[in-house]
Nanobody
């Protein structure tokens, strides 16, 4: 069974950093395009970053320059490192394996909703709260 199990995240002060991990079951992190989205308190599903199987990543406008995505082949896990966090980064973060490869899709900055199974396979979500 294909599954994504997230861990990490939590609460941090502005300017801080967090890592969210996405443990993959049923397929290899090397063999799939992956990505990260976030559901904001305003219920918007925003792109955080794409991650192609080649290792290429493209961050969304909302977090450009402040995120890095990496993979651990031995642990079959994807990681999202977020730096210089701001209160507006407070959201539920999701890893996703899209049903189509990123290069075959139009460039997007958001989806109608996170957890849409027609878009891909989703992790369970991880809360990130940025506040003083």
């Amino acid at each position: 069974e294909h599954q994504l199990a997230q861990s990490g995240g939590g609460s941090v002060q502005p300017g801080g950093s967090l890592i969210i991990s996405c443990a993959i079951s049923g397929f290899l992190v090397d063999g799939s395009d992956m990505g990260w989205f976030r559901q904001t308190p305003a219920n918007e599903c925003e792109l955080v970053s794409t991650f192609e199987r080649t290792g290429r990543m493209v961050s969304g406008d909302s977090m450009k320059g402040r995120v890095t995505v990496s993979r651990d082949r031995a642990a079959n896990t994807l990681h999202l490192q977020m730096n210089n966090l701001r209160p507006e980064d407070t959201a539920v973060y999701y890893c996703v394996r899209p049903n189509s490869r990123w290069h075959s899709m139009p460039a997007i900055q958001s989806l109608g909703s996170c957890l849409d199974p027609s878009f891909g396979l989703w992790g369970q979500g991880t809360q990130v709260t940025v506040s003083t």
